[in-house]
């Protein structure tokens, strides 16, 4: 599991905020940053320019922990409880730029009564916006192949069968209630790690945290709200942080940026489409610099399109890579 956000002890620096600003310079006019969090992304917005900038986040502890700073800005910055799917839906003028920094931010990941964290002992919860069914609740009620699937498609972990099977026979003599139960759970399904490697529970709380929020059917929404947006000209950076998302990322870019059309013996000739972005970030990492003051920036990456005059549109869905979700049938070679 990584996370967005910079060391919870140090300055709230969120990961490739210098890049980002650079790739997006000069920055002016209005922004919507759709992963609001501890609020650093907004904040550099700001001070790199923007006139305005909208912060959306569908988790309302956000915001309260805004209340210190927030002033400092005045009217300049507004704050949404919603969700990124629907940023379009947030302003009555077109947008310059939309910032989406996806994942679970660290200071999620420290707080244990948020149920983020395999390190830290608190209720399996895992809900952003602390509404709707609880990782918990997953758990203890889905039948044991769809969770493998959760845990194959969504964590890409390869024991998903072995870990689900655990599960369901552990939660007949005690349901789940937190997390160090679960972590228990998996640990035992899995070799002890070797020094460097990841702890055993990593992929599965991944795969739980992201069928929890459905995180990719908002990214999805995300991207194409953030398409209906934008005003020609206007940017969209994306930073992520697994190779499920940044997957989604880069493929919904390369569909909205290409004309479509071409064909051959194989395939029929497409409909002809106007590119609705420019790419001008093609999946940049973090440096060194930033590597040594947040190592938890490793696998980030960054992309960045800019939005042409093209009318809004569509990618087509099933050339995303989205992880697809397909209760009993064989999932490779998953054991």
């Given amino acids: ?36 969090g501890a609020g650093g992304y907004a904040r550099g917005l700001l001070e790199a320019g923007a006139d305005k900038v909208i912060g959306v986040d569908r988790d309302p502890a956000v915001f309260e922990m805004a209340e210190a700073w927030r002033g400092e800005y005045g009217d300049r910055l507004e704050l949404v409880e919603g969700t990124f799917s629907e940023l379009d839906t947030y302003s009555d003028e077109l947008l310059d730029g939309v910032v989406l920094d996806l994942g679970v931010s660290s200071m999620q990941l420290d707080q244990a009564d948020r149920g983020f964290s395999f390190m830290r002992d608190g209720p399996l919860d895992m809900r952003m916006s602390q509404e709707g069914p609880s990782a918990a609740d997953l758990v203890n009620e889905t039948d044991e192949a769809e969770l493998a699937d959760i845990l194959y498609q969504y964590g890409e972990e390869r024991a998903s069968r072995r870990i689900a099977k655990a599960i369901v026979e552990a939660r007949k003599t005690q349901p789940f209630e937190t997390t160090q139960q679960l972590v228990k759970v998996i640990e035992r399904c899995l070799p002890r790690p070797k020094p460097g490697q990841s702890h055993p529970a990593t992929r599965s709380f991944q795969g739980l945290r992201i069928a929890v929020n459905d995180e990719f059917g908002q990214l999805i929404e995300g991207l194409e709200a953030a398409e209906r947006a934008l005003k020609p000209g206007g940017l969209l950076a994306v930073v992520s942080f697994h190779s499920l998302e940044d997957r989604v990322v880069k493929r919904f870019f390369a569909a909205r940026s290409s004309t479509g059309g071409g064909g051959s013996r194989h395939a029929p000739v497409q409909q002809t489409l106007d590119p609705a972005f420019e790419i001008t970030v093609k999946g940049d990492g973090p440096d060194a610099e930033e590597l040594a003051e947040n190592p938890r920036a490793r696998s980030a990456r960054l992309r960045v399109g800019r939005r042409t005059n093209a009318p809004a549109g569509k990618a087509d869905r099933t050339q995303l890579g989205l992880p697809k979700l397909v209760t009993g049938e064989k999932k490779g070679k998953r054991r």
């Fill in 1 to 36: 599991m990584t996370d967005r956000d910079a060391l919870p002890d140090a300055p709230h620096v969120p990961v490739l905020l210098r890049p980002l600003l650079r790739a997006v310079a000069p920055v002016s006019g209005t922004w919507l940053d759709g992963t609001f």
